[in-house]
């Protein structure tokens, strides 16, 4: 398998843009007609069934919030997995699950996600340390992207932290650099695209580094921004509700299409 | 729904002990004699089924660690949901599932949890902060364990990092305790056993917060060292792999019941 870096490079040649299109599909915001049948999974699956191919020609990979899947049950998780797999190859997907646990049970998510469910890459979290992200970087050909600045308000209640002469995200990203250095597979960070400052200094300290960056649109920072900021490195910037949830007429899946190739072109590749 | 600090206290009372029962099915350790169908989930099933009526008289709770669900597909998914609906009401259920997420998506989390699969308690990280674990606390009646200092060797990487003039596990802590003041379920903590210190010094810093401690048996704490330290504040003290994997003969399910009532007795409450 090609290495992570090498395949995102792919796609972004193929869509001149590093736009991800988020799968979290809101029962609530879903349109009208989806919901007919009454059945939520069958609702989120006819929906997402018609939005990723939609959007596909414009996107460098698709990213699954787990959590709007697990809150359907048992049932969800089946959708998870048969909707995974309709990706077409040349998009990436991630599974954003966030996941962080001791090394045994680190290596049960990851085999989850990795051999079961066979995504391209993960999100998971530092808070337990060494031992919890590294049996993710035991897959090769993916990429473990590390939560280091959120783009969420409460992200500020412990990244913001000074421990020694940093902020606490900074130690984060610098701890995963050497995590990484004994893996084959790869790791990146998720930077939050609400704190353009840190995204700077984190691409100046990690050029060569997979940067995944929520928080475009929705929930506020500027594409130029980021674009500015993230440089030449890796990239995808991640946008969901902006483009999922474009119309609630019957032609959702056109108007997703439609709003996923103006955000790919906000979010053009640097050439 | 009473309290889940009361019905912690009901269920110490009917049990003597603080004794939690780790389900943490792990097909490898399984006895052969449940793997005879050749189907992993069966053998989960058959297994997990007579584990639990068998050690559920000298059990407080039993703790269900997702990643081992997860890692057998949605299978999986829905043999967890029938699994957490056998365990007798006066144990209770916690879902081990360290989650953590920006708010909208947490909230996915907690309704998977609590309100599709009627957990008692669950596990999160503090990572992404205060919006990541409020939506949690808005389940009356629940308990809301967050990470606070972990049991395993990475535990030591982020954790013990000097924020001012404390480590980080600390100030994880005192946040947890302001975060919940304003909701009325109950916010807890995950005290590793590995680390009787810091058990000793949170315990001193927040007499009435339930703390989950992983890591006695197996991981290395002992429980003597865990209970003196604990105090006689709520406390659910989990073993997993000395109880699940007692015999691997087919007298199993008594050889766990076995090593339960053990356990329980070494982890006797306060009186």
């Given amino acids: 398998m090609a290495d992570f870096t090498q395949r995102l490079e792919h796609a ?3 869509t001149g843009s590093v736009l991800c299109v988020g799968i ?8 009208p007609d989806v919901k007919k049948s009454g059945d939520a999974v069958e609702a989120v699956r006819m929906f997402c069934s018609e939005v990723i191919p939609a959007t ?6 698709f990213k699954f919030n787990f959590a709007f899947f697990e809150a359907l049950g048992w049932r969800g ?3 998870l997995e048969e909707l995974v797999a309709i990706v077409p190859d040349d998009c990436l997907t991630i599974a954003d699950a966030k996941r962080g646990d001791i090394g045994n049970t680190a290596r049960m998510y990851a085999s989850a996600i990795f051999d079961r469910m066979k995504f391209d890459a993960c999100t998971v979290s530092p808070y337990m340390g060494r031992d919890s992200v590294e049996p993710f970087l035991e897959f090769e050909g993916t990429c473990t992207f590390v939560l280091a600045r959120t783009s969420n308000a409460g992200g500020n209640d412990l990244q913001l932290l000074e421990c020694g002469s940093r902020p606490l995200y900074q130690h984060v990203a610098e701890s995963v650099h050497r995590w990484a250095s004994a893996h084959s597979a790869t ?5 939050g695209a609400t704190d353009i400052e840190a995204l700077a200094e984190l691409r100046a300290a990690h050029p ?3 940067f995944l960056i929520p928080g475009v649109g929705a929930q506020g920072g500027s594409a130029a ?5 993230a440089g030449r490195g890796p990239l995808i910037v991640n946008s969901s509700r902006k483009i999922l ?13 439609t709003a996923a190739e103006a955000t790919a072109t906000e979010l053009r590749a640097p050439s």
């Fill in 208 to 210: 060569q580094t997979p």
């Fill in 56 to 61: 596909a020609d414009f996107a460098v990979a």
């Fill in 12 to 14: 972004v040649r193929r």
């Fill in 187 to 191: 790791a990146g960070l998720v930077v």
């Fill in 225 to 229: 921004d980021v674009m500015a900021a």
């Fill in 24 to 31: 979290d599909p809101d029962l609530e915001r879903l349109p």
């Fill in 77 to 79: 998780a089946r959708l």
């Fill in 245 to 257: 949830y474009a119309s609630s007429a019957p032609d959702f899946a056109r108007a997703a299409r």
